[in-house]
């Protein structure tokens, strides 16, 4: 079974410019996370789809940052315009739908580096 | 969630037993204590969670004392390839991977495994 995967694995831009970051969670999950890690901080949170609903997008930093998971398959994460804070490494995550008597391990993808100059 | 405390960085040689001590003293009652790991380049990988005592797996092993405060993960003989980074978290399990499932992460310890 195919685990998660994102593409690209790696971006460069310029700030202002605006990019696209796409999730292909394991099949069959209906839920889909995005997190990211900027240089030197921890993995944090952004947002949660369940299917094709956004769950939680309490983590979303700014309006500048849209995400769409449509048809509840594949997700993208689209900043517009990047900024050079927004550099760092985007992970996406997937896990079955929630079951109240056992634990819904999620699997990340490999992540993509985004590099804003 | 409660918040942890790990150490930043363990350096161990092949063969050896590895102990990664996370401290959680506000753990709730309804908390699990999971334990992920990362390799560079990679996303992370779930390990290993308990609740209480001991948990084992194929991975790794699990000890949690009674007041729950504190938890060990410990890797038995390790090799090169488990040098990673080793993410220790504390929540309510049920709600982790389900509709409130955003896991939160600490800055997790740097194991290094030495020939």
């Known amino acids: 079974e195919a685990g998660v995967t994102q593409f690209p694995s790696h971006s460069v831009i310029e700030k202002g410019q605006t990019v696209t970051l796409r999730c292909d969670p394991i099949s069959g999950h209906d839920n889909l996370y995005w997190y990211r890690r900027v240089m030197g901080k921890e993995i944090k949170f952004l947002l949660h789809f369940v299917k094709e609903s956004k769950q939680d997008e309490s983590g979303m930093p700014n309006n500048r940052f849209l995400a769409e998971r449509t048809g509840g398959t594949y997700s993208t994460l689209k900043v517009q315009p990047a900024e050079l804070e927004d550099s760092g490494v985007y992970f996406c995550?997937?896990?079955?739908?929630?079951?109240?008597?056992?634990?819904?391990?999620?699997?990340f993808g490999p992540g993509t580096r985004l590099t804003v100059l | 969630l409660a918040k942890t405390t790990q150490p930043i960085s363990m350096d161990s040689y092949e063969g050896q037993e590895v102990n990664i001590t996370c401290s959680h003293n506000n753990i709730a009652t309804n908390d699990y204590i999971t334990w992920y790991q990362q390799f560079p380049s990679q996303g992370p990988r779930f390990i290993i969670q308990g609740y209480k005592t001991k948990v084992t797996n194929e991975v790794a092993s699990l000890f949690i004392p009674a007041d729950r405060k504190s938890s060990t993960l410990s890797l038995p003989r390790v090799s090169l390839s488990d040098t990673a980074v080793y993410y220790c978290l504390v929540g309510d399990a049920v709600n982790y991977g389900g509709s409130q499932g955003n896991l939160i992460f600490g800055k997790g310890t740097k194991l290094s495994v030495k020939p």
């Open positions: 995550a997937s896990s079955h739908q929630w079951r109240a008597t056992s634990y819904n391990e999620q699997f």
